[in-house]
């Protein structure tokens, strides 16, 4: 069925390094992604979301690249923190008679001190 | 502004009991959605609301329902608890403008439930 899945479960990261955590969509009529953020005992956090109509944006020390012809999305942080480690999940909003958001199965992300 | 509140945010129940969750959503936010969250398992949705409305439903049994009141605060309940059900139970709200982008969710920081 349809999903937006992600490539790697797990991403232990240097402190300082850049992270980039991948996704893949499945539904090419999808208009709109985000990436959500959950640490610890949280609730998932807004990061960033992107339009299809675009190919990338930036947020603070993140960035967000869509490539529609293969149905990728990906999230790059830079110079990744201690504080960056949490699950990331990607995210789809697609128009099913209402709007629905489908989540992906989130990337753990440890970043070595 | 305030963001999603939910009430209350741990809780222990035995089996064969049944809970009730509240989540106020963010305010000017009409619409609100319920997922459940359990350990090495990503965001299962379970319900929507609109205006009162529920408008889309996952693939949950029917001990699990909800309902949105008419200040958009919602409610949802499960009957009969199963060990598991247990799970962090996690409430988003939106604009719900009708476009992709008006749509995005906004978490509260869930609701703990732990059945024994």
């Known amino acids: 069925g349809e999903s937006v899945g992600l490539h790697l479960p797990t991403l232990s990261v240097q402190e300082g390094d850049n992270s980039i955590i991948n996704c893949a969509y499945s539904?090419?009529?999808?208009?709109?992604f985000i990436w959500y953020k959950q640490e610890s005992g949280k609730g998932p956090q807004f990061i960033i979301d992107?339009?299809?109509?675009?190919d990338k944006r930036q947020g603070q020390r993140v960035t967000v690249l869509l490539n529609k012809t293969v149905k990728h999305l990906s999230l790059q942080i830079a110079a990744t923190q201690p504080g960056d480690s949490a699950v990331y999940f990607c995210?789809?909003?697609?128009?099913?008679?209402?709007?629905?958001?489908?989540f992906g199965a989130g990337t753990r992300l440890f970043v070595k001190a | 502004k305030a963001g999603v509140t939910q009430t209350p945010r741990y809780l222990i129940k035995t089996r064969g009991q049944q809970v009730t969750l509240s989540c106020s959503p963010i305010?000017?936010?009409?619409?609100v959605s319920w997922y459940q969250q359990t350990p090495g398992q990503g965001l299962q949705f379970l319900f929507e609301?609109?205006?009162?409305?529920?408008?889309n439903k996952g693939n949950f049994p029917g001990r699990f329902s909800g309902r949105q009141f008419s200040n958009s605060r919602s409610e949802m309940n499960v009957s009969t608890l199963e060990l598991g059900d247990s799970a962090l139970y996690l409430c988003?709200?939106?604009?719900?403008?009708?476009?992709?982008?008006?749509?995005?969710?906004?978490f509260g920081e869930g609701s703990w439930l732990t059945v024994v």
């Open positions: 539904n090419s009529a999808s208009d709109y």
């Open positions: 609301y609109f205006s009162e409305t529920q408008r």
């Open positions: 995210a789809e909003n697609r128009n099913t008679g209402g709007f629905k958001t489908i």
């Open positions: 305010s000017g936010h009409r619409s």
């Open positions: 992107i339009r299809s109509n675009m």
């Open positions: 988003a709200s939106s604009l719900d403008l009708r476009t992709a982008s008006g749509n995005t969710i906004y």
